[in-house]
């Protein structure tokens, strides 16, 4: 019994861990996992219990836990709240963003889940010149684009339906690139910015990143749709400082990361963060995986165009 015992101990003490965070950066890897923590420690309560079946039992738990949160995205279109109608002052924006994965040479994959969903918008991370080809291959549905133009701004790429009428590639602090795509009309004036932060080990680098990318978004202007990789959780010290510091309202909760070999994702790093001139037909969702190690997201959003904003 002394097993269940100590796993029981380890369970609340990451879960306890990773609340101080805030106070110990390093700590805050641990809130990436709290929900399975809180899972474990539940388990081994339970193993405690039940004597001399602990070890059945525990086993029998972890692959509940595991299976349990990597087959939860399936689920989010059902669970999603029924969108509200959009009101006749504003735009319809859908947004996919997808972190495409630097190892994925699927490019067939990527493309039948960009048509597939077909949505207004589209921003792919980890796109480098391999996948450039992808560009031509969607040109009749998305015919305007911006990124890729040279193998130094290959990183990520934006593809619209729409004029893209201002776009440009910043570089922040601690090297993040930015993508910025400005629309007109059409899409309510929004501004759709598409990034990928660093992850742990690099943790002090990354919090130094997401701090000059919410300075970066305090001098944006109107309707604001930031999304992308950001390597961390809804738990996270990393997300609850990005909404803090820009004003936005973040979004995407199910698991995105990894689904691969199988699409049995166990972490939400993938996510969207909106302004208040932005309101979610429904919640940011993942969609079918597309042969990345993460899922892509899917979310429509209801755009009150600056115009609009002023009249209320």
Known sequence: MALPVLGLLIS????????????????DVLSHVRLHAVGMALIFAFAIMTGRLWFPVTVAGCVCLYLGIGLSWMAAAKLSPSPEPLRPEERQLTLLSFNSWVQNDDITA?????RRESADVVVLQEFFREKKALIERLRDLYPFSFGCGKPADCSMVMLAKHPIEKAEVVTLGENLPVLIGRFGSQLGYATVISVHT?????????????S?????????NGPLIVAGDFNATPYSEMFRSLQQDSGLTGLQYWPTWPAMPVALPQLAIDHMFISREVRPLGEPRPIAPAGSDHLPILATFAISPPAAQAAR
Do not use: C, K, M, T
């Open 12 to 27: 609340l003490a990451v879960l306890i861990a990773g609340f101080f965070g805030q106070w110990w950066l390093p700590l």
């Open 110 to 114: 990527v493309e039948a889940a960009v």
């Open 198 to 210: 660093l992850r742990a080990p690099w943790i002090y680098h990354q919090a130094r990143q997401v």
């Open 212 to 220: 000059s990318l919410a300075d970066l978004l305090n001098h944006q």
